[in-house]
């Protein structure tokens, strides 16, 4: 399985965007799929998570304004951001794992996909 993530870029405050991420090969072995961030210095940090099913899960931190979706026949994972902040800021990457829960645990994803950078200016 291979991730590709695509749709960042730079946005004031209070804007919006729309990240894609697209699995390629053997998607019919992934369950759960997420989307984590890290910024320079900081650790990586799940903000949404989707089982297959579509239960999902939020940090508190995007809780209310993040929304994740998912399109199983496509292989793609989805994150609508509104009301973005600048300490939103970071590079975000698309994840998927073998495991049924909606993990917060970026550990327990085993396909990471290449990052793509969001900006948010104040």
């Known amino acids: 399985v291979q991730l590709q993530a695509s749709g960042g870029g730079l946005v004031q405050a209070g804007g919006s965007l729309r990240l894609s991420c697209t699995a390629t090969?053997?998607?019919?072995?992934?369950?759960?799929m997420g989307w984590y961030r890290q910024a320079p210095g900081s650790q990586r940090d799940v903000v949404a998570a989707?089982?297959?099913?579509?239960?999902?899960n939020y940090s508190d931190s995007v809780k209310g304004r993040f929304t994740i979706s998912r399109d199983n026949a496509k292989g793609t994972v989805y994150l609508q951001m509104n009301s973005l902040k600048p300490e939103d800021t970071a590079v975000y990457h698309c994840a998927a794992g073998p495991r049924r829960a909606a993990s917060m645990n970026p550990y327990m994803y085993d396909r990471w996909g290449q990052g793509t950078q969001v900006t948010v200016s104040s």
């Open positions: 989707i089982t297959r099913d579509g239960i999902t």
């Open positions: 090969a053997n998607i019919s072995s992934i369950n759960a």
